[in-house]
């Protein structure tokens, strides 16, 4: 027995819990372990958390791993996808580190949550138990917003690849086909959004592609929001000097609609933009499933969760973490906050489950890396922790802070922060 394990079985045994005991739960039937975990979604929160789990537990909580995706596949980095300098193999990792410890992953859907029976409903048809419920499903987007976007034709013209995969290599595809002298128009939401400096390094990306490939070329940015949301000055630096006169930044571009058949974009107040190439990344919303377990409970959107556990506010025994929450004060919907949350979440569910408290000082930390040029990077960081008054996660005064310009040393800190992360969600 492995030392995690015995010591796991001993908080158990500390808290007056045997493994027989917990076993009367339903959902634990026949398991053998000292509880029961489900995590919904493979990605940054959901492997992290499955991982934890497995790994503080030493096996003693038997964990299942429920995603779609045959292969991880990261957002962050994939914006060097669309600027030609990687490929989508680059950005791909296997769930086989997560198999190896000991995780159930389950290559399937979950359509349904019942939380009073404890159970998730699989598109196979599968029916699982759980003593806790991990939600990490990421974003789902609100095309009623974008009412031409409702359709898969549309979907197939007009893409988001706000979800690294097949949009992300055939938005590449796309930006391969058109002329040189084309215009490709990318449209930003408003904030909250998954990723602020996302969209805005994906600028850079197509300007370098554009600089070496198509110099005629123009890359438009169509914010939805006042001003550039992350990294202001650094993007705004690069945009007039490095790529001078292929970058246009106008913000106040609230998205109404598009005509997907001739790459048109409308807007609230601006006139309508036609592209060659025409990127929307439409507003989104804690993943579908969130919705359908009762856990949204902010402005329809996403799910309020107690900072010291990530438990849903609303339905017990429910832990969200990831992009799908509604976030703390100067908290961003990134790769790197959800893997924190995922251990927040895996260290408060092991800790529910042998009746021990919480950690009450839980502390986060961020940084985002965006990629300028193929290898030139700047960085915003910051540390959170738990306020007890406010009941929220607030930024440490005077931690984190901006770089003073791109620089290619950050690029090799980013490509470590890159394969460090995915390390440690996912072996
Ligand atoms: C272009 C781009 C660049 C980015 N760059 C950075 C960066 O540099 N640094 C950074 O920290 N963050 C970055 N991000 C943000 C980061 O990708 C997200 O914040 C992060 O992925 C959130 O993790 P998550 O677990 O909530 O969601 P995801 O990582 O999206 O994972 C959700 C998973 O849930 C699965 N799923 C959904 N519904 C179900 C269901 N019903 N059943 C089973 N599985 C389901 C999905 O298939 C998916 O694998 C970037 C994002 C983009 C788009």
Redesign the pocket.
């Known amino acids: 027995m492995s030392m995690q394990r015995r010591e796991f079985l001993k908080a158990l045994g500390a808290a007056g819990i045997t493994t027989s005991a917990l076993g009367g739960c339903a959902a634990m039937r026949g398991a053998g372990h000292a509880g029961q975990v489900v995590v919904?979604?493979?990605?940054?929160?959901?492997a992290t958390a499955a991982k934890y789990i497995a790994m503080w537990s030493g096996g003693a909580v038997a964990v299942t791993l429920?995603?779609?995706?045959a292969a991880f596949v990261s957002?962050?980095m994939?914006?060097l996808v669309l600027g030609g300098s990687k490929q989508i193999a680059d950005v791909t990792v296997s769930y086989d580190g997560l198999t190896k410890r000991g995780i159930k992953v389950l290559r399937d859907?979950?359509?349904a949550v019942d939380a009073d029976k404890r159970t998730v409903r699989l598109a196979s048809g599968q029916t699982l138990s759980y003593d806790r419920l991990i939600l990490?499903?990421?974003?789902d987007f609100l095309y009623n917003q974008v009412p031409a976007l409702n359709n898969d034709g549309a979907q197939a013209r007009v893409l988001h690849a706000?979800?690294?995969g097949p949009q992300t290599v055939a938005l590449r595809q796309q930006l391969e086909a058109m002329h040189d002298g084309g215009v490709y128009a990318i449209s930003i939401p408003r904030a909250p959004y998954?990723?602020p400096p996302?969209p805005y390094?994906?600028a850079c990306q197509v300007a370098w592609y554009f600089k070496r490939a198509k110099p005629k070329s123009k890359v438009l940015i169509l914010d939805g929001n006042e001003d550039v949301t992350s990294k202001k000055g650094l993007f705004t630096k690069a945009w007039n000097e490095e790529y001078k006169g292929i970058v246009e930044y106008r913000p106040n571009h609230v998205l109404t609609d598009v005509d997907a058949p001739t790459l048109t974009a409308k807007f609230e107040t601006a006139g309508d933009v036609k592209a060659d190439v025409l990127n929307v990344i439409p507003p989104h919303r804690a993943?579908?499933?969130a919705a359908q377990a009762g856990v949204i409970t902010a402005n329809n959107r996403w799910c309020e969760v107690d900072f010291l556990s990530f438990e849903s506010i609303k339905v017990k025994n429910i832990y969200v973490?990831?992009?799908?929450i509604q976030i703390a004060p100067a908290m961003p919907?990134?790769?790197?906050?959800?893997n924190q949350h995922g251990k927040v979440a895996a260290a408060a569910v092991l800790a529910s489950l042998a009746e021990q408290p919480v950690n009450p000082t839980p502390i986060l930390n961020n940084t985002?890396?965006?990629f300028i040029t193929d290898r030139d990077v700047v960085h915003v960081a910051s540390v959170h922790h738990y306020d007890r008054d406010k009941k929220t996660l607030v930024t440490v005064a005077g931690s984190g802070g901006l770089s003073p310009a791109m620089n290619p040393l950050e690029g090799e800190y980013a490509w470590a922060w890159a394969r460090n992360i995915w390390a440690d969600a996912l072996t």
């Open positions: 919904i979604g493979g990605g940054y929160g959901g429920v995603e779609p995706n957002c962050p994939s914006n859907t979950a359509t990490s499903p990421g974003i706000w979800k690294a998954r990723c996302g390094e994906r993943g579908a499933i973490v990831g992009d799908s919907k990134s790769g790197h906050m959800a985002c890396y965006s």
